[in-house]
């Protein structure tokens, strides 16, 4: 059986490593500096599997997943990238990748998916179906972070993207479950249709029917008129049903109605309506325990969970902590118009320790906070507004606070450098300056890290 892998990168040495790793592996290894390069030679090497880096001057590597799928789809192709926004991990299960790899790669991570890759291929070759499995908007890109548990949370927004079933979210207050609906609405092809949010608690429960579904005139005292219910106006949208675990037994059974016959009627109406609203839920509460107890239909929980995601708290993904206050505090920064943009190493380090038991929404507050009472360009600890346990955590350093804003400014560059592997045009992006000023500030405190790349 054939075994053949193209490496598409314009990283001379990851090419050659990747090329090295491979070929010892038993795997024929051709490899192309661009995307450009490999459209020229996939047809004469005839490869199985093209292995991509996404950030490459010319034709990115997505680009370049699209130009294979419409010509190769037999061909499967791994994303490979340093990037870690989610955008790109979901635009590239979307639009057809095998799979997506962080930079820096581990090399027995991409030999369990190049081998389930082929054996994926074997059992598609076998059914005779060579298709590959198809998988990845602006407004969901607070979603930050690059943890394992985040990035298989990103492919499967990619995969349910395409399609239509119901999902069922789940994590604590504060993870951002609403943000994962709207990823999954906004990357699918109904995102110019509404998306609709419904907290199911902040709705009296003699209203939720009528505002879910609508009544006609007279159905109850003060129904003055027709009035159409959010099912109905979300069209072949979405409807996000936040704190479903909060709702009674008997909508709950209106509910599964919906899901199953695609069907309801408005209150007070004799005929029923259609509805081609995806449905997608959250909740906070363990199912489990409220259908051992009753309170919750275990036929409903079934027909929302087609696809179930659960979010990982904040305490269990620290390592994205550092990401994601840069992007709350870029965030807060331009909410409020205040030129606040630094993190010092003693405010990451407090940030970290911190078990943050609401989340990134009580993180997002704290960095609000923090950057209202600056008093200059970077915030303190004691603007987070968390206690004492961020001043111990800084005490436990065992060396001063930066205090010059010189000093703060070298510090903040040379973390973010590391924290980009050296990448200077990404680092740029994330300081929220251009190329050339981060070329005059790495001059300006002699900053050249080893491993810096354009």
Same mark, same amino acid.
């Given at each position: 059986m054939s075994r053949r892998i193209?490496?598409?990168?314009?990283d001379a040495s990851l090419r050659v490593a990747f090329e090295f790793h491979l070929t010892r592996s038993g795997y024929e290894v051709a490899a192309a500096s661009s995307a450009e390069e490999a459209l020229g030679v996939i047809h004469q090497f005839g490869p199985d599997v093209v292995i991509t880096d996404i950030q490459m001057e010319g034709m990115s590597g997505l680009e370049l997943l699209n130009r294979v799928g419409e010509s190769l789809p037999e061909v499967d192709v791994v994303v490979i990238t340093g990037?870690?926004?989610m955008r790109s991990a979901i635009g590239a299960i979307r639009d057809g990748a095998y799979d997506y790899l962080v930079k820096p790669?581990?090399?027995?991570?991409?030999?369990?998916?190049?081998?389930?890759?082929?054996?994926?291929?074997?059992?598609?070759?076998?059914?005779?179906?060579?298709t590959v499995a198809g998988g990845a908007a602006d407004r969901t890109d607070?979603?930050?972070?690059?943890?394992?548990?985040?990035?298989?949370? #990103? $492919?499967t927004i990619g995969m349910l993207a395409g399609t239509r079933a119901p999902v069922l979210i789940r994590g604590e207050t504060g993870t951002g479950k609403e943000l994962i609906a709207r990823a999954i609405h906004y990357h699918s092809p109904q995102a110019d249709e509404p998306f609709i949010a419904i907290n199911c608690t902040a709705i009296a429960e003699s209203l939720l029917e009528s505002?879910?579904?609508?009544?006609?005139?007279?159905?109850?005292?003060g129904a003055v008129a027709d009035r159409r219910g959010r099912f109905e106006l979300a069209g072949s949208g979405t409807i996000f049903l936040d704190e479903i675990g909060d709702t009674s037994p008997a909508f709950q059974a209106k509910l599964l109605r919906?899901?199953?016959?695609?069907?309801? #009627?408005?209150?007070?109406s004799e005929r029923p309506r259609r509805t081609e609203a995806r449905v997608i839920a959250a909740t906070h509460r363990p199912i489990e325990e409220l259908i051992a107890e009753g309170s919750f239909r275990e036929d409903l929980y079934f027909r929302l969970r087609v696809v179930e995601i659960r979010l990982p708290p904040l305490r269990e993904r620290r390592e994205d902590i550092p990401l994601l206050a840069e992007?709350?505090?870029? $965030?807060?920064a331009r909410e409020i118009h205040k030129d606040v943009r630094v993190i010092p190493a003693a405010v990451v380090k407090a940030l970290q320790s911190y078990d943050w038991p609401g989340n990134v929404r009580e993180m997002e507050n704290a960095i609000m906070r923090a950057v209202v009472l600056a008093p200059g360009p970077a915030v303190s600890l004691e603007g987070l507004g968390l206690g004492t346990l961020q001043l111990q955590g800084a005490a436990s350093e065992g060396k001063p606070e930066e205090t010059t804003l010189d000093a703060v400014e070298r510090a903040h560059v040379e973390r973010i450098l590391k924290q980009t592997g050296g990448n200077k045009r990404r680092a740029a992006s994330l300081l929220g300056i251009s190329r050339p000023r981060l070329d005059r500030i790495l001059a300006k405190h002699d900053l050249a890290p080893p491993g810096t790349t354009a």
């Open positions: 193209l490496v598409v990168d314009d990037y870690e926004d790669v581990d090399v027995d991570q991409l030999d369990m998916v190049l081998q389930r890759c082929f054996r994926d291929r074997s059992a598609r070759r076998r059914l005779g179906d060579d607070i979603l930050v972070g690059r943890s394992p548990r985040m990035i298989e949370i #990103y $492919k505002e879910l579904f609508g009544h006609v005139r007279g159905s109850f005292t919906v899901l199953q016959e695609r069907e309801f #009627y408005p209150v007070g992007s709350l505090l870029a $965030k807060a």
